[in-house]
């Protein structure tokens, strides 16, 4: 279940209270780049920091091909 930060819709808060949900630090603010980041490597696939962001900029997916066709329908739906 790969996450998904729709860049478009981030506020990048630096209090970012999805970030503050996720407890493996797979999500987090980058002060020295001033943005949000998320390791993929770090992340559990809870799901929990989706259920936390205020602007709904995060998505989740069960795998890759999931997350593509995703990634795609958000690229399509922003062109209309
Ligand atoms: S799905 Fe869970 S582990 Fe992964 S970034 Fe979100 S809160 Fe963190």
Redesign the pocket.
């Known amino acids: 279940?790969p996450?998904y930060i729709d860049l478009d819709l981030c506020d990048q808060n630096e209090d970012c209270p999805?970030a503050t949900?996720?407890?493996?630090g797979?999500?987090y603010f980058d002060h020295s780049e001033n943005k949000l980041k998320?390791d993929r490597e770090?992340?559990?696939?809870?799901?929990?920091?989706?259920n936390h962001c205020g602007p709904g900029a995060?998505y989740?997916a069960k795998d890759d091909e999931e997350l593509n066709m995703l990634v795609e329908e958000l690229k399509r739906l922003k062109e209309i």
Request: net charge positive; charged share 5%; proline share 0%.
């Open positions: 279940m996450i999805a949900y996720c407890l493996y797979a999500l998320y770090k992340c559990q696939n809870c799901g929990t920091c989706v995060l989740y």
